[in-house]
């Protein structure tokens, strides 16, 4: 079964998940090589404040690699490594 081409242009205003169901962000545009003629990175803004605030601090968005994406339908799916961008120190200890 082919899939059918679809526009990259469809990918901005998709929610962007974790494959462990934390939100991440919402897609604003997508990063270009037009060299090779391949998306390289999504960019994010309304960006999860607790995955990213030690990060961004006065940043409106972020950039991440498009490596990360796993599959893109309703939504977007990337890999859990963003949820380890968090700040070991901020989070809380186990109880």
Excluded: C
């Excluded at 990213?52 to 006065?58: H, K, T």
């Amino acid at each position: 079964m082919e899939s059918v081409p679809q526009e990259i242009t469809s990918l901005v205003g998709r929610e962007v998940y974790s494959n462990n169901g934390v939100f991440v962000g919402e897609v604003e545009d997508i990063r270009l090589d037009l060299d090779q003629e391949v998306v390289t990175g999504l960019a994010l803004g309304t960006v999860n404040h607790d995955l990213f605030d030690s990060r961004i601090e006065d940043s409106k968005g972020v950039i991440i690699p498009y490596r990360w994406v796993r599959a893109v339908g309703d939504i977007v799916l990337v890999n859990d490594i963003v949820e380890r961008l968090r700040d070991p120190e901020t989070e809380e200890a186990p109880a």
